[in-house]
């Protein structure tokens, strides 16, 4: 398992953690999402054989969030 942290922009409230770790929990191959509203990133445990960095990234820009490299 790897544990990679990724930046999550225009978060602005507890429902916006929520949204962010479901999705992120939704994928293949994630065992463990904490979600930081102050921090403004999400670190994820996950088997990159199953789910890759880019992959998490597409999922929280799906979700309606920005999340640069």
Do not use: W, Y
């Amino acid at each position: 398992m790897n544990e990679t942290t990724i930046k999550v922009e225009g978060m602005s409230c507890g429902g916006c953690v929520k949204n962010v770790t479901g999705v992120l929990k939704a994928l293949p191959g994630v065992e463990d999402v904490q979600v930081s509203l102050e921090g403004a990133a999400a670190t994820v445990r996950h088997d990159p054989a199953k789910v890759s960095v880019e992959a998490l990234r597409a999922a929280v820009e799906g979700a309606g969030f920005d999340s640069p490299a």
